[in-house]
């Protein structure tokens, strides 16, 4: 009796030791308490000013605004693009990854796909009447179901990975015009009841409910699953796995005559130029031209609620700018680069100014990127008022009238850079914005 008593308590420490050896090589991920997924701390999606005039310029389904949102939008108690949001044991790389879906919950933060009316999917309603938001991640567009995103970078500690806030991907958003408004019933009300809409002097975007979430998928980690539903399925939110993305606070919706751009020259060709020529200080020019629309009630000029006129450089073209020190403090751009720069079969050293035609030799201040958006005005940051050389050109429409404008592209070389051999291709885009 005693020989077996003792086989059975030798066989359940042996049971105990192998479980215990099982538990040790298991490997979870921790949340470092960084990301947090109420309501007011989201990673703001900033488009700032907003302006929904009337349908002839704005049709059903016409984009209003763009803007790329980096991860490091999310701030919360002072966190930067280093802060770890979660580490991992790195053996389960291959098992973690993010999930992202709109705010499936709430009728005005991603429940209501309301541009399937309109044929463009993927657009949410908004806190805005007539405004719809679509959101991509990735290449992934945003819906009311989780979807995955890959981890593409991380840090390391020993055997640990640190996912980072910049580890995120940027939230590439976009706002487009929608011919209905959101139906209350479609998700929970909350803490925003009603719609608002635009003014002549602009209507704040007050709603607190984030318009999407991110989350991760981890060992260990209390998360959705790909495919679920987030007006049901938000596990990750009650353990802060995560942040929100969300229009609070720094978007206004206008109701202002304006004007639109309706047509430029779509390529400029410039006459071969010498790196001899281009230092000795000569140039080679060639001209284009630009159609603007506007209603007879818009105001010129570059202070709020005015409009103006500018060219946008390409995000290539922008970063070699700002390499190269061409980026002024109000992120105006001096001359215009290739997009792909630095590619070894691209010139260096040179770049192109625009002026007006009347005026060649007073070259034009060009926006940069992520500036379409911001408070910067006027001819620092490359916006000049609409009617500046505008030539009336008839009207198609009772109460607007279309204008056109001569500009002149001029290639140069760059102060204080040396010139070589290659091609330049370079892109800006007419931009006609309410300030």
């Known amino acids: 009796m005693m020989i077996r008593i003792m086989a059975f308590f030798i066989r359940i420490m042996l049971l105990l030791s192998l479980a215990l050896a099982s538990l040790s090589s298991w490997a979870f991920c921790k949340i470092t308490g960084v990301a947090q997924t109420e309501d007011n701390r989201t990673a703001q999606i900033s488009f700032g000013k907003v302006n929904l005039y009337d349908r002839y310029f704005y049709p059903a389904g016409s984009l209003l605004a763009s803007v790329v949102v980096p991860p490091t939008n999310y701030t919360f108690n002072g966190a930067s693009a280093g802060s770890v949001l979660w580490e991992c044991d790195a053996a389960d790389l291959s098992n973690i990854y993010f999930l992202v879906a709109t705010n499936g919950d709430h009728w005005l933060g991603g429940n209501n796909e309301i541009g399937v009316n309109d044929d463009i999917n993927g657009v949410y309603a908004t806190s805005f009447a007539y405004v719809g938001l679509k959101q991509r991640m990735d290449g992934v567009a945003l819906s009311r179901y989780w979807k995955k995103i890959p981890i593409n970078t991380y840090a390391t500690s020993g055997k640990k990975i640190q996912i980072r806030l910049q580890d995120i991907p940027p939230l590439q958003a976009e706002l487009y015009r929608v011919s209905s408004l959101p139906t209350p019933g479609g998700g929970p009300k ?159 050293g040179v770049g192109i100014s625009i002026s007006y035609s009347n005026n060649p030799e007073a070259p034009l201040t060009l926006i940069g990127q992520n500036e379409v958006n911001s408070t910067y005005m006027g001819s620092n940051a490359g916006w000049y008022p609409v009617l500046n050389n505008a030539i009336p050109a008839g009207s198609s429409r009772s109460g607007y009238t279309q204008y056109n404008y001569n500009f002149v592209a001029t290639l140069k070389k760059i102060p204080g850079k040396s010139v070589t051999t290659g091609k330049v291709r370079a892109t800006a885009t007419v931009m006609v914005k309410m300030q």
């Open 190 to 348: 909350y803490t925003c009841t009603s719609v608002v809409y635009g003014s002549t002097t602009g209507t704040l975007y007050d709603c607190t409910q984030p318009n999407s979430y991110i989350q991760l998928v981890g060992p260990g980690l209390i998360h959705d699953e790909a495919g679920e539903d987030s007006n049901s399925h938000w596990s990750f939110w009650g353990v802060d796995n995560g942040f929100g993305y969300g229009m609070r606070g720094t978007n206004t919706l206008y109701d202002t005559p304006t004007c639109v751009a309706r047509s430029a020259t779509p390529l400029v060709r410039f006459p071969d130029i010498s790196i001899t020529e281009l230092k000795t200080g000569l140039t080679t020019s060639a001209a284009f031209n630009v159609s603007v629309e506007c209603s007879n009630s818009a105001t010129s000029g570059t202070s709020n609620a005015q409009t103006a006129l500018g060219f946008q450089v390409s995000a290539g073209a922008y970063s070699a700018a700002k390499n190269l020190g061409l980026v002024n403090s109000n992120n105006g751009v001096s001359l215009l680069v290739s997009d792909n720069y630095t590619d070894e079969n691209m010139a260096k």
